[in-house]
């Protein structure tokens, strides 16, 4: 599902992958259809199921990729039953072989990270509170100027963009002695925001703690990627590992991201 930033339209995307006759994996846009009615179960297998069928592809469904939201699973549930015998019907190999639906895993990573960030989801908004003031007019200029810098190269984070967060904070981090003498020139509640070297020093752990998350996502990204769950393993595992935390609190963050991937994500890492 997508929505359109300007009129808060809503879309549904089907993308059809396949390994065609010389084992080459090819993927295509199969439909970009606009979504007006309610999100349920049933209206979004509707949609798919109508597409499938469009394309004489009803009873060639073997896994279907999405995330994790409980409608999207419940689609899967109506979906499976009407694929299957489609499958069996037209008399597939397939037939006995059931369908199956992993979790995006990019959108797996997306919620890992929130997890990780909302244990310290205050230290997280005071930051967002330093950036958005300096990206008011006027005040950025002002801010170039009494950092000596050209350009601002301070982020904003944005709830749909994938790795905003850590943009966010590791760009802050690395300005943090400009922005934090930078405020203290200033009067008013965004002197209250100011970070203490402590807090910096979180900031830093959960850079360390989303950097190896941000890789993940960057890397399954590529649609060629088949080697994914081991390559997963590799990442979150070794550089987890190396990262020096500085508190307990780290510590626990980096604890549940493995508990949250073997939980939801049933992965042996």
Known sequence: MWKARSKRQPYMVITLHWINNEWVLKNIVLDFRYLP??????????VILDTLKEHSLQHRILCCTTDGAAAMKAMFRVLSLDTEKDRRLFGRNSANVPSFRIWCVAHLVETVARVATGEKADIVDEVRSLVSFIHRPTIDEEYL?????????????VSTR???????????FEQRESITNYISTKKGDIIKQKL?????????????LLKPLEQVTVECSAYKLLYLRCHLREITRDELNAIRLHSEFSVLVCRNIFVYFSKHARLNI
């Open 37 to 46: 009615v309610i999100h349920t179960a049933d209206n979004m297998k509707a």
């Open 145 to 157: 100027k009494f950092a000596e810098r050209s350009n601002l190269c301070l982020p904003l984070d």
């Open 162 to 172: 994938w790795n905003s967060v850590l943009n966010m904070i590791e760009a802050a």
């Open 196 to 208: 203490t070297d402590e807090e910096w020093m979180e900031i830093d752990d959960m850079v360390q």
